[in-house]
């Protein structure tokens, strides 16, 4: 599976971006959608996850954005979003989208997210 991340960018604290992830494979098909983040100096982190029908569509987040950011997945675009609200300095990040199919993980390449005043 092939991954194209996009909308990162810089934002002021208390502001809102939102990531897009398209694939290339159909995402009905695909076990589970999601995003990890690296910050600097830091290890690559699990921020939200998303599993397809047989799943429930369930999704996880890290305790770090809940309530925050909100995952989806638009299976006609074959896209999964990250919409991340109330944005602070800590979620400064490079943030890479992955999927899970057939027991292989791939990933995208990382969007840059910048939080700064």
């Known amino acids: 599976v092939q991954l194209q991340a996009s909308g990162g960018g810089f934002v002021q604290p208390g502001g809102s971006l939102r990531l897009s992830c398209s694939t290339s494979r159909n995402i009905f098909s695909i076990n589970v959608l999601g995003w990890y983040r690296q910050a600097p100096g830091k290890q690559r982190a699990v921020v939200a996850s998303i599993t397809d029908i047989s799943g429930g569509g369930s999704t996880d987040y890290a305790d770090s954005v809940k309530g925050r950011f909100t995952i989806s997945r638009d299976n006609g675009k074959n896209t999964v979003y990250l919409q991340m609200n109330s944005l602070n300095s800590e979620d400064t990040a490079v943030y890479y989208c992955?999927?899970?199919?057939?027991?292989?993980?791939?990933w995208g390449q990382g969007t840059l997210v910048t939080v700064s005043s």
């Open positions: 992955f999927s899970d199919y057939m027991g292989r993980r791939s």
